[in-house]
């Protein structure tokens, strides 16, 4: 084989592009079947997706064997299986949730009495309330509520299932109201919340990773009927390479709109998920139940750098000298930027620095590589770069 078609074959493997997204080979993909022997602790499969009981998983979470039972069936389940677990009574006891439910409402309240803007990523502004980093909101406010909460064993289970122990997890209300429209068809964080031109320069086994650095998670805090729009799901989707560019494209959007399942939810189930699955989250259409669920995001541990470094007071520094440098080209700019500035929007305060407009914020590194463009003032970029940095605090 010539040196320069191995070179092109090797390229094309490693670097997706929309142009890679084929839809018979997606079809072929999410038409399988599951097979009830690859789920032998789940009670029932319903539309391709395992349903456990709660009940039978916190009889066994003492026991060390039988914890690893299920947390093994989860993690195949959710990564070559469906994509999906459902958990019946994961909370049995539903004081705890119907006590974080009415701290959720309060903010919520409040939010609506200050015009607060929450934004969502794959809905219209409005359609929805949210609460943004429900997580600390919660303990800060509610403390006892928390812990009782946050004590549940199957959400423990299954977030060490996928990404192992060290995990930090993160929380979001939605609270979908009557009328509220359907999202559409996504992938979630990280790769998902990124654009087609972004995820462009990330090789394909970025693009395999993505999804093994978080773990989505939804907690019924009312009943879900179909009508209310709990949340869609297209089983075996998460397993198509080129996904992150499918979504994206009409073809898809309207398979999934043919094809996806729903299940309905009781106060106190969950679902657990792959972020790779295709989702949405339904249209209510209801008259007077306002859906409302506590969205986990679960990150590895891993997904950190080993040192800590002050990259806004690195920006501020470099600022002048890039200014300055005449003899470097816009590349090599760029190459400085990325060695020094934070080129990634999260983690950030979604209360000040919502995605509104966008799926993400500005990154530290685009807003630098902006104001050298404009040619912005070292006074400008600083105070700029210190806005940034405050809308990012909580």
Known sequence: MKADSLSAQRASRIWLTPEACDIDEFVAEVEQRADPAHYPLASMLVSNVPIYNGDAIRAAASDPDARKAFMAEWAWAMGEGSGIVVFRKCFDDLDPVDAVTRVFFQIIAEQRRENKASGDHFAKPGANDRVWNALEKLALRDPQAFARYYANDIIAMVSQAWLGTGYQITSQVNCVNPGGEAQ????????????????????????????????????????????????????????????????????????????????????????????????????????????????????????????????????????????????????????????SAEGYAFPTNLDRDPPIGGLAPRSQAQLMAKALAEGWSPEAFANAIDEHSARRLT
Request: aromatic share 12%; hydrophobic share 45%.
């Open 184 to 339: 559409a068809a996504h992938r979630d964080y990280h790769m998902g919340f990124q654009s087609a031109e972004e995820i462009e320069g990330f090789p394909i086994h970025a693009h395999q990773l993505s999804p093994f650095l978080t773990l989505q998670g939804a907690v019924a805090h009312s009943d879900m009927p179909i009508e209310s729009g709990p949340t869609l799901y297209l089983p075996f989707s998460q397993n198509f390479a080129p996904g992150y560019f499918a979504y994206r494209k009409p073809e898809f959007a309207a398979y999934f709109d043919k094809h996806r399942v729903q299940l309905p939810l009781a106060m106190g189930d969950a679902a657990f998920f792959n972020p790779a699955l295709f989702h949405a989250a339904g249209h209510n259409r209801t008259k007077n139940l306002r859906r409302i669920a506590n969205l986990l995001q679960v990150s590895s541990a891993y997904g950190r750098a080993m040192e800590s470094v002050d990259r806004a007071r690195m920006a501020k520094a470099l600022f002048p000298a890039l200014l300055a440098a005449k003899d470097l080209n816009a590349r090599e700019r760029a190459n400085v930027i990325a060695a």
